[in-house]
């Protein structure tokens, strides 16, 4: 006879389906994770009395709580200085789902299930450890990986916390510059070219997915031709480009592709409008698609729409 399985006691009081923790994606205590009760609140502030102790100037001493329900789990500001988001909002008591990226002082924190609840005590004691090392190997406090926090997300939570600096973002081949004036966009580059069109620039770094990012001390640099637009209006705008530029497919060539002119070259140039001139003399002078997108007028979308029609028609070919 099978044995039964174990009876709940009648006193036992449910718990979420699973378990779940605060794991730090950026930030000082980047790397560490904080497992939630199955039920109850933990205090988070900079006061060495509570559950989270998060030891640095943008944390209140209480800065807010999360409290875990048999169903639900929630987040409380307890009236900070520099308040608390989630998701790029700023809240003052809002639900939390698996995936919610909170903000608190410079951590990033990523709600995630995890195996098992954990030992509070321990989980304080390895969270002020992993503070401690960082301290001690001078990285800097504002860190992490795109993949984990999409540039979109990341910017949306600067913009709402109105931070100031220039967010620096390194991938394999490209480092990109963006400078934050108390959470606007004011200016972009890549690879130190500032005279390619900001919005050129922060267009081509939102296709980044992989790569790292850390917020420098503001710049004193003036820009001759700053971007007016609010930083949501700039990434509804970049979206709307990308998603035509994706539209392209792979007609489209890569930017590290070379093109040149078709020899023989066969259609009448009579049959071009002016804009498709100036395009088809860029990619006659300089022979590489992302000089032919940064020497251009026009947009990227529209330049790449312009360099789609010409390959098509025979009147450049890619390499």
């Known amino acids: 006879m099978e044995p039964s399985a174990p009876k709940m006691s009648p006193h036992s009081p449910p718990q ?33 009395e509570l559950d989270m102790v998060l030891v640095e100037d943008m944390v209140s001493r209480r800065h807010s709580k999360i409290t875990v329900t048999t169903e639900q789990i929630f987040i409380q500001d307890l009236g900070s200085t520099n308040g608390t988001f989630v998701n790029g909002e700023k809240v003052k008591r809002t639900k939390l789902s698996e995936g919610d990226r909170i903000l608190i002082g410079t951590s990033i924190i990523k709600l995630v299930a995890s195996e098992a609840s954990g030992d509070a005590d321990d989980a304080r004691q390895r969270l002020e450890e992993v503070g401690a090392a960082k301290r001690t190997s001078q990285v800097r406090s504002m860190t992490g990986s795109i993949a984990e926090v999409p540039l979109p997300d990341l910017l949306q939570l600067f913009g709402a916390s109105k931070k100031s600096g220039v967010l620096v973002v390194r991938t394999d081949r490209d480092v990109g510059q963006i400078f934050l004036d108390t959470g606007r966009v004011v200016f972009v580059t890549i690879n130190d070219n500032f005279d390619v069109n900001p919005i050129k620039s922060f267009v081509r770094c939102l296709t980044w997915e992989e790569g790292t990012f850390e917020l420098d001390p503001p710049s004193e640099r003036e820009f ?81 729409e312009v360099l789609v029609k010409l390959l098509k028609a025979g009147y450049l070919k890619a390499e």
């Open 224 to 304: 001759a031709d700053p971007i007016q637009m609010t930083t949501e209006g700039l990434l509804m705008e970049a979206m709307r480009q990308l998603d035509e530029v994706r539209r392209l497919g792979p007609d489209m060539p890569d930017l590290a592709a070379t093109i040149s002119i078709n020899m023989p070259l066969i259609p009448p140039l009579r049959d071009l409008d002016p804009e498709e001139l100036d395009v088809l003399q860029i990619a006659y002078n300089y022979g590489h698609v992302e000089t032919v997108l940064n020497k251009s007028l026009a947009s990227d979308l529209k330049t790449s």
């Open 16 to 48: 979420l389906a699973k378990a779940f923790a605060l794991r730090f994606i950026s930030g000082k205590y980047q790397g560490g994770e904080f497992p939630l009760p199955s039920q109850g609140e933990i205090v988070i502030g900079r006061s060495s």
